[in-house]
Structure formats: structure tokens, C-alpha cells
């Protein structure tokens, strides 16, 4: 069966850099196959997930329109993921042969929530170790962009499915997926009670550690865009108020 569009999830500047180059060689090929036959033909489709982490941390409001990694952007991308504005941008200039799109995620949460272990990991360690205080990498003074795992998924379909509309047209193909943004402090201090842990949170910062400065990443933004020309609509909006749920299914996973 053929493939018509690939949705590259992979968030490894590697992986992804080979996953494109593969992607343009077979999309002109494809091209000069339709071209050699004398007719017209849909290029393949890339959809390139990336994530908001790109506009660094600020306060300041930013859009999926707002310059990424440059001089002049608002702020500029934690270490982790400074190489994703490059990457974005060669996405987008392989529109010669591939309609190319890229979707930014915010923090994802629900399900086994992996990614909240070095937040959520010092409370449980505390609780079970019987200290009277948790540790937590944490700047207080952070506010995370969030977003529920499924309405990432419903994104991604709503994408898949506008790709061809959206590719060639005037519109730019980049958007941001946010649900709501919330403190971290108050996400931490409704773990810790839903862990059961009753002893002093101590949020430290994140220090030197690359992953740990990209996780306190404030970000004002919103998905205005992608819910008007892609149709989506998100359902699961609110990561604190659902904790108790979400912090079962951590400590179970």
C-alpha cells in the first residue's frame, strides 16, 4: 500500500533529519515519475511534530507565527531542543516536493506520564523514605504550557486530514497545540497531596540540567490557528483540576 503523508513523532534531531532527507528523495522522485508520464500528481505529505519549547521562556504572549531561534525572536529555545528551529525551517522549505507541515505540542500529560518522573519522582521517593521534605527541580516561579495526550492525537488527525487543503496555499503551515497554561508550583503542591505526601516541597530550580531547564519552560501561547483552519477541538483541557486521576495512573505505570 502507499504511503501519502508520514507524521514523524521521533524528536530526535537525527532521526528526523534523516526521516526528511529520505521523505524529499522520494517526493521527487514521485514528482518526476507523474512528470516523465505526462500528468499531475499529489506530492507526498510530512507532517514534522516539533514542540513549543521553541519560543524559549517568557512571559511575553507568542503565536505559531512568532520567529523561532533567531535574534530578533522573544525569547531564544532552551539547549535541549535549540537545533528544532532549523529543522522547522527546512521542513517547510522542502515544499517543493512534499506538502510539509509542522505541529507543536506543549508538555503532554495522562496515560503512563514518563516525562513528569523527575517532578513527581522526588515527592513519591520522600513520602515512601519518610523524609520530612522533597526536593523538586522546580522553578516556583514557572507557569508550564500544557496538553492531554488525546487532543495531541486529534490534532494530529485533524492535520493529517487538512494537509493537502492547507499545502500550497498562503497559509503558513506551523502551529502550536496548547490547552491551558498552569503554575508548576500549584501542579506540584496538588501531586504531592494526591501522593500523599504532607512534608515541605522544596522547588530548587533545575540547575544545570538541559532536560530539567526545558521542562520549567513558560510559554504564554495558544492554538487559536490550529482550531479555525484545521479544525480541531480540543476536549481535555486542565491538567490540575484532573490530578487525582492523573497522578493514579503515574504511581501505577
Request: glycine share 8%; no cysteine; aromatic share 8%.
Amino acid at each position: 500500500m502507499p504511503i501519502d503523508i508520514v507524521v514523524d513523532v521521533a524528536g530526535a534531531f537525527s532521526d528526523s533529519k534523516y526521516v526528511l532527507e529520505d521523505l524529499k528523495r522520494a517526493g521527487k522522485e514521485h514528482l518526476d515519475r507523474a512528470a516523465a508520464a505526462g500528468i499531475k500528481s499529489p506530492k507526498l505529505g510530512y507532517t514534522y511534530g516539533s514542540g513549543i519549547w521553541v519560543h524559549g521562556s517568557s512571559a511575553a504572549r507568542v503565536t505559531d507565527l512568532s520567529p523561532v531561534g533567531v535574534p530578533h525572536a522573544t525569547a531564544q529555545p532552551p539547549a535541549l531542543v535549540a537545533w528544532r528551529p532549523k529543522l522547522e525551517q527546512e521542513v517547510l522549505a522542502a515544499n517543493d516536493v512534499l506538502d510539509a507541515m509542522v505541529v507543536r505540542p506543549v508538555l503532554v500529560y495522562e496515560r503512563s506520564g514518563a516525562i513528569w518522573n523527575s517532578f513527581f519522582g522526588p515527592i513519591l521517593h520522600a513520602l515512601q523514605s519518610g523524609a520530612s521534605s522533597a526536593s523538586v527541580p522546580a522553578d516556583p516561579a514557572s507557569r508550564l504550557a500544557l496538553i492531554h495526550v488525546d487532543d495531541v492525537a486529534s490534532e494530529y488527525l485533524a492535520a493529517i486530514e487538512k494537509l493537502p487543503l492547507i499545502a500550497g496555499t498562503s497559509v503558513y503551515p506551523v502551529f502550536d497545540l496548547v490547552t491551558s497554561q498552569e503554575s508548576l508550583k500549584e501542579i506540584l503542591e496538588v501531586a504531592a497531596r494526591e501522593i500523599g505526601f504532607r512534608g515541605k516541597l522544596e522547588l530548587v530550580g533545575p540547575g544545570e540540567d538541559a532536560f530539567m531547564q526545558a521542562m520549567n519552560t513558560s510559554v504564554s501561547a495558544g492554538s487559536e490557528r490550529a482550531v479555525q483552519l484545521l479544525g480541531w477541538m480540543p476536549r481535555r483541557v486542565g491538567f490540575v483540576m484532573g490530578m487525582q486521576a492523573l497522578v493514579k495512573a503515574w504511581e501505577v505505570s
